[in-house]
């Protein structure tokens, strides 16, 4: 246990339920739980100071935290309250409809992005991988990308199966609508993901009944299915919106062609 006290309460109709532990051990109930009308659970803790450097929770740093959550779970809606006096009340709410593409969207207005681009959004379930994954992405002006993956909504800073199936995913839609509209043509060699993320802002989000991780700091994604059924999806969606606007398509890919070295 990382907490010197921690007290769960659970509700149930008219019924509750306390429990509470001191550095891991159960402490007696002192009394009778008290009835309350509603369900959910509630738990509080103390960090314990004989582990922790220090046990001073950072507002902002928790409000970061809880923005990247509601962000990547549609319509969830996160409070987070500072009641401790020395620094003032505080209080912030997160709730987006929208879930990934208001993350991408939230990416691009904190870039200053000067005309806000299209954002290609979707969610697709697949058995094959046990799970669903949600994808977001916009191409915007500036040379340089952003690439957020994430695993149970908890990020997965060295990628994965995941982010490759992702990258194969945008790289193949692109170079099938060049071909298509013959903007590519025979003798020319493939776009690459060195050509295709410049300007690319993208999250991709699974949820997977059972998470599979090379390593044990689980920051980087495994699964034998997982590569392939995202690089559908994101094929799949990204072509399908490649389709539907050919004016915009046709000037992405004019220009990454143009960028030069990376196809």
């Not at 990416?107 to 200053?112: F, H, K, N, Q, Y």
């Amino acid at each position: 246990m990382l907490s010197s006290r921690l007290i769960a309460e659970t509700r149930c109709g008219q019924h509750s339920r306390r429990l509470e532990y001191a550095r891991g051990v159960a402490v007696p109930p002192t009394a009778a739980a008290e009835e309350e009308i509603g369900d959910g659970t509630t738990i509080a803790f103390w960090p314990d100071a004989e582990i922790f450097e220090t046990t001073d929770c950072s507002f902002s740093v928790l409000a970061k935290r809880f923005r990247e959550v509601a962000l990547l779970n549609q319509g969830l809606s996160i409070s987070l309250n500072d009641e401790r006096p020395s620094g003032g009340q505080r209080a912030v709410q997160f709730r987006y409809p929208d879930g990934p593409w208001d993350f991408v969207a939230f990416l691009d207005a904190e870039a200053e992005a000067r005309f806000p681009p299209d954002i290609i959004a979707f969610a697709r379930d697949d058995e094959r991988m046990a799970g669903t994954v949600e994808a977001a992405l916009s191409w915007g002006e500036s040379r340089s990308h952003v690439l957020r993956t994430f695993a149970g909504s908890l990020p997965t800073r060295e990628g994965g199966t995941h982010a490759d199936g992702f990258r194969q995913g945008v790289a193949s839609a692109l170079n099938a609508y060049a071909r298509q509209r013959l903007l590519l043509t025979v003798g020319d060699p493939d776009l690459t993901w060195e050509a295709v993320k410049q300007g690319l802002t993208a999250v991709v989000s699974v949820k997977l009944d059972s998470p599979e991780y090379e390593g044990a700091t689980r920051e980087r994604l495994a699964g034998a299915f997982v590569h392939e059924c995202v690089e559908q999806a994101v094929e799949e969606h990204v072509g399908a919106w490649l389709e539907r606007h050919p004016e915009q398509a046709d000037g992405l890919v004019d220009r990454i062609i143009r960028a030069g070295p990376g196809h």
